[in-house]
């Protein structure tokens, strides 16, 4: 039972992009007690998401509300929350860790946070930047083995880190449909990221189109023009294909979910729509067309069995996924997946029963990280309106850093708690 006196355990999700809105509403979802209430928070930014982004999301979540960082604190401060999921990227989820711990409140919520997809990149900085957080959720079993080794390579508590899944895996298992032949190439905003090499996929899969012409070939995009993502996407392929298709060929959004229903083939770089696909049954080829690069991300899949070319689907080849790969990414296709969340949900629980929480701790202090730690809480500026001489959270941060750097963690709590005053 949690220690609060209350009905419902109250649960706020801060996410700062549509992915990790997508990301942190469905985990608090899946790790909530049964009687729960999920209230959404983004912040405001270059990449805050659209009214039709968040609605692609899928979750039992109502819209959630734009706020800074300051705001954010304070809503924390205010209205107790239980539990608080932090959908961010990793210097602010450290920016808010150090927020947190800094407004001494009588009793902190509990604070979960993660990855959005396939960690391919920055695995130790990362990891460290999320430090401190009481639950560090691991998206498979080959997560949760590197996050721990890379905690207890440094001496840190590897103790949050927690293995989960993907939450946003799910939907009908693959079934061909009479008459059906659709291949989908899922997008990324960024990767590839030069124009050549965006331009070069578009015209493999416009080839592959007329090669079949009676097959459906979808380009799933992510955005629509003027919408952010995750990650910059400074090639658009909708404007890169703006000359004449095939007529087999058409551009789509919408949620990924839906696509899938639909899907006989799915192709993709390195796109964590591989893993749902992979999820369903759904045949799935990630190309190496471009080289096998950790730049590209594709090196994740070594091992998968799904590594391939257009060359070779061009001729029909359909690759078949590795078990013991699928097993170690979560992907739980042999039916476990009604499980995956339920080691996280207890780990929740047994903290929400506790008489009282530790304080929090991240890694970075000014003993571990004096010439770093300081550098990320001035960058990592929560309040993104107003030029940053103006940002009255930017120069609580700045304050902050400066007093990690000269007097240690527990001399900046007052400084921090301003945060929650603004």
Known sequence: MPSRNRE???????????TRWKWGALTARRISPPVSRVTGFVLR??????????????ADVAAPREVT????LRTVRDEAYDVVVLALVGGTVQAMLHGLAGMALPRRPVVVTGYVGVVYEKLADGLLLRHGADVVLANSRHDARRFREVYEGVGADASAVVEAALPFLGGA????????????????????AS?????????????????????EVLLKLRSKPGEHTTHVEEHPYQKLARGPLPPNVRLVHGHMGEV???????VTVSSTAALEALHRG????????????????????I???????????????????????????GVAADGSYAKAFDAARARVLDLLAAPALPPIAPYYTSATAPGYLPGVLGRHRLDATGPPATSPVRRVLREAARGVYRHGVQRVAPVIRRLGEL
């Open 45 to 58: 930014g270059r990449a805050t998401p659209t009214t039709r982004q968040l609605a692609e999301v899928g």
């Open 69 to 72: 960082g300051a705001e954010f």
């Open 260 to 266: 899938l229903d639909r899907t006989d083939l799915l």
């Open 303 to 329: 091992g998968s069995g799904l590594l391939t070319s257009w060359d070779r689907l061009d001729g029909g080849h359909r690759p078949r996924p590795d078990a013991h790969w699928l097993a170690d990414q």
């Open 173 to 192: 298992r693959y079934a061909p449909a009479p008459g059906r032949d659709t291949v989908v190439f899922a997008a990324q905003p960024s990767v590839p």
């Open 195 to 215: 124009r050549a090499d965006r331009a070069y996929l578009l015209r493999r899969l416009v080839e592959h189109a007329r090669l079949h012409p009676h097959r």
């Open 8 to 18: 419902a355990v109250r649960i706020a999700v801060l996410a700062d992009s549509d």
């Open 282 to 301: 759904v045949p799935t080829a990630v190309l190496t067309d471009l080289g096998v690069r950790e730049a590209l991300g594709n090196h994740h899949f």
